[in-house]
Nanobody
Framework: VQLQASGGGSVQAGASLGVSCVIS????????VGWFRQAPGKEREFVAV????????GYADSVKGRFSISRDDAKNTIYLQMNSLEPRDTAVYYC?????????????????WGQGTLVTVSS
C-alpha cells in the first residue's frame, strides 16, 4: 500500500486550500484514513480522520468547523479541504491509512504513511 499526498502550497491567512491523498495497492474502502501535520519544531499532531463510513469523520478541535475530510473510493482518493486558514496551520501535512482502527487520532494506529505535502499560511 502506498500513499501519495499532494496539493500543498502557500496562501494568505483566510484563504482556502485542498490537499489530496491517493492510495494505491489496495482499495480505499478497506482503510480508515487520517491526516496529520507537523509544524516546524513541533510534534506531529492529528488533524482529521475518515473511517470506512464517511458519516463518522473526526477532527481535532483546532480545525473543527474549518477543515473537512472526504473520500472518493472510486478514485482511491482522500481529500482534506481547509478553509479560513491561519498561520498556525502552517505545517507538512501527512496522510496515513490503517485497517486496525475504525477511527483513530493516534499515530501508532496507522501502518501506512504518505510523504507529506507542505502548507504555508502567511499573515
Amino acid at each position: 500500500v502506498q500513499l501519495q499526498a499532494s496539493g500543498g502550497g502557500s496562501v494568505q491567512a483566510g484563504a482556502s486550500l485542498g490537499v489530496s491523498c491517493v492510495i494505491s495497492g489496495r482499495a480505499t474502502t478497506s482503510y480508515a484514513v487520517g491526516w496529520f501535520r507537523q509544524a516546524p519544531g513541533k510534534e506531529r499532531e492529528f488533524v482529521a480522520v475518515i473511517p470506512w463510513s464517511p458519516n463518522r469523520a473526526g477532527y481535532a478541535d483546532s480545525v473543527k468547523g474549518r477543515f473537512s475530510i472526504s473520500r472518493d473510493d472510486a478514485k482511491n482518493t482522500i481529500y482534506l479541504q481547509m478553509n479560513s486558514l491561519e498561520p498556525r496551520d502552517t505545517a507538512v501535512y501527512y496522510c496515513a491509512a490503517t485497517r486496525r482502527a475504525i477511527r483513530s487520532s493516534a499515530e501508532t494506529d496507522y501502518d501506512y504513511w504518505g510523504q507529506g505535502t507542505l502548507v504555508t499560511v502567511s499573515s
